[in-house]
């Protein structure tokens, strides 16, 4: 057997073949820590290992292993068994997919594809696995990620078989199936057959930057196959640990890292200021340190910033055609608006963790205003007709929430995108709006500022900001 092997969980490496020195870089190199997010967060341990160890070898992320230790010398990657010849791709990409459909191919079809919401992640994904014809798993993390790649496989590739990895489900028999959908948290607690792994060619992880951390980069030592494709909008982790699935899967192929300037799009910034001293105040520890858990309770629990809220949801259902995407960090916080919507007898329905797939679905295609959690936003969710999103608690990043309203086309809109930005008194959330206004801007979206400071304040009317900056 060879020294450097190309395996199902990595790059294996005998360990009597490893200079001293480079046993100890590998070991140093390999164990990371994520940064520290808050300013005075007490130290912790809590770094971890991205390598595997046998009593003989180490199994090493297998992109970072060839830069260190050069290629294989063998592997046992192999291109699994062929999906049926009776399947037929029933989609049409469109040219700008085509183009980096091609470039990850060329690629030897491995590395990450990162584009914004609405840009077609999963065709482009399905695509792909067609064209290399092997069998192929999905990794995703959300249950009811299941169902939707279930429906987008289905659709676009008729007849084809799909088996789920999923608590004590192990539909994996190439008999039976031409491609597995897992869930990450199964793969982490249970092992596929080594038999049965090699019959996979491909594997697709869907929202892949959730890899870096430290419980699901397990996932990455269990399961390698010949191919692998990453898939994110937002590949870049706060905590540095981008580099964990990066390491495995490869850099990005392609990365669009801001939408194409996009005029249609409207961005109404609604700034709210008012006397309760439980909105005011921001909550300290006995350190003097911001305690940012207490500042989000107390905002969301402001009757009269919800009132605030309610009364900018009642001017928007006024239009007929207008669906009303609205967020929060807090499941209250979304029952305390819908309280004050449920006078005006709009259809509204919720769209959270928890809730049965039929229930959801069924809101999403009837509700004009669709109460949502930001977990549930952030990723996958696939709701055309969606087309305002108002944010009604503070976040820092916004890319995917925004781009929930975005999936159709802009010449195929009926009705002009809005986003509801409302931007609180308190220094944190202050800073935060200023990040996002930046990133509207560099989206090419007229933003609309009412009650903008300064200058701004001179000028009658609500505020144009440009549409693209040069930076």
Known sequence: MSERILTTHGYSVLKSALTKEQDAQIRKDLTVKPIQM????????????????????????????KDFLGPAQETVMTDGLPLPATLSFAGKPYDYQEGIIKKFLDADANGLICVPCG????????????????????????????????????????????????????????????????????????QIPESVLRSYKFTI???????????????????????????SATPKRDDGLTKVFEWHLGKPVYWEKTREADETVTVEILRFSCDD??????????????????????????????????DKLKELIKEPNRRILVLSERIGHLESLEVLMKPTGCVMGYYIGGMKTATRDLAAEEAQVLWASYAMASEAMNIKTLNCVLMASPR????????????????????????????????????????????????????????????????????????????
């Open 38 to 65: 808050q300013r005075f967060a007490a130290a912790t341990d809590n770094d971890f290992p991205v390598f595997l160890e046998s009593a003989t070898r180490l199994y090493l992320p297998r992109v970072w292993a």
């Open 119 to 190: 840009k077609g992640k999963t065709f482009m994904a399905l695509a792909i696995a067609f064209r290399l014809g092997g069998r192929f798993m999905v990794v995703v993390d959300k249950e009811f990620l299941l169902d939707q790649w279930a429906g987008e496989m289905r659709s676009l590739i008729p007849g084809i078989r799909i088996g789920r990895f999923q608590a004590d489900k192990m539909e994996v028999d190439p008999e039976q199936y031409d491609c597995t959908i897992c869930m990450i948290q199964t793969i982490v607690k249970r």
């Open 205 to 231: 992880f869907d929202e892949c930057h959730h890899l870096g951390a430290a419980h699901f980069s397990k996932v990455l030592g269990k399961l390698q196959t010949k191919h692998m494709l990453g898939l």
């Open 277 to 310: 001293i439980d909105y005011k105040e921001t909550p300290v520890n006995w350190k003097g340190e911001t305690v940012f858990a207490r500042l989000l309770s107390q905002i969301v629990a402001c009757h009269e910033r919800n009132e605030f809220i309610a």
């Open 396 to 471: 820092k990043k916004i890319e995917q929430s925004t781009g929930r309203i975005l999936r159709q086309r802009p010449e195929d809109r009926k009705v002009a995108p809005i986003i509801v930005d409302v931007i609180d008194i308190h220094r944190t959330y202050q800073s935060q709006s200023r990040e996002r206004i930046s990133y509207y801007k560099k989206c090419g979206y007229k933003i609309l500022d009412s009650d903008a400071p300064e200058e701004a304040m001179k000028k009658k009317g609500p505020v144009v900001y440009g549409f693209v900056d040069e930076d």
